[in-house]
């Protein structure tokens, strides 16, 4: 059975090279460094308001059947 | 696999409760309101401006604390409490995100004449307007 992606005579299967050219980008990729700290904060404030704002209705009708309580 | 017999546990206690109810219900008459209302001595509080609800969700004591409005306090806040902790689990959320949900909610609710917790932590008298609420509030 052949496997023509993986033939290595004559012009470099589209694989191989993809894999070398993977290879040669890869050292461009490890210098990429972003701040942790402040994204962290941004993202704890976002999602607070976000559940914050997904709870409204569910709050309301709690309140609503233990009226007693509010 | 734990999950299964805890989720159908839960779905068991949830119908049981549910037939509960309605079973009550059917036992307690047609006309009766759906949910309590609220106890004398809380009720009072709250006109008086005694009491008022605080941003997170739970009631606090406005002027001067006396023995009577502690018990009062306390009580109310250890009952929605249990129920914020419950609801929360069902939700997804913490226990202080639903209580500030709640909070925000209850602000809303207030009548003209009772007491809220404004932004910056002092107590407002509930005008005919809309109160102060926090920004995180919807």
Same mark, same amino acid.
């Given at each position: 059975m052949s496997r023509p992606y993986l033939r290595t005579k004559g012009v470099p299967s589209p694989l191989v090279l993809g894999a070398l050219a993977a290879l040669v980008a890869l050292p461009g990729c490890i210098t990429v460094n972003a701040p942790e700290e402040p994204i962290v904060i941004e993202l704890n404030v976002n999602i607070r308001q976000e559940v914050i704002y997904r709870l409204a209705e569910d709050a309301g009708n709690t309140i609503d059947e233990n009226a007693d309580i509010f | 696999m734990t999950i299964r017999p805890n989720q159908s546990a839960r779905t068991f206690a949830r119908n049981a409760a549910f037939a509960l109810v309605a079973g009550a219900t059917a036992l307690g008459?047609? &006309? &009766?309101?759906a949910f309590a209302q609220r106890d004398p001595a809380y009720a009072s509080a709250r006109a008086s401006g005694e009491v008022g609800e605080k941003m997170d969700g739970y009631i606090g004591i406005v002027g001067a604390e006396t023995p009577a409005l502690r018990r009062i306090v306390n009580d109310i806040n250890i009952k929605r409490r249990a129920v914020y902790s419950e609801k929360a689990q069902a939700a997804r959320a913490t226990l202080e995100e639903y209580a500030f949900a709640a909070g925000c909610q209850a602000i809303l609710k207030t009548s003209p004449g009772e007491k809220y917790q404004a932004p910056d932590g002092s107590w407002a008298t509930r005008g005919s307007g809309a109160p102060q609420r926090d920004a995180r509030c919807p």
């Open positions: - | 008459g047609i &006309a &009766a309101p």
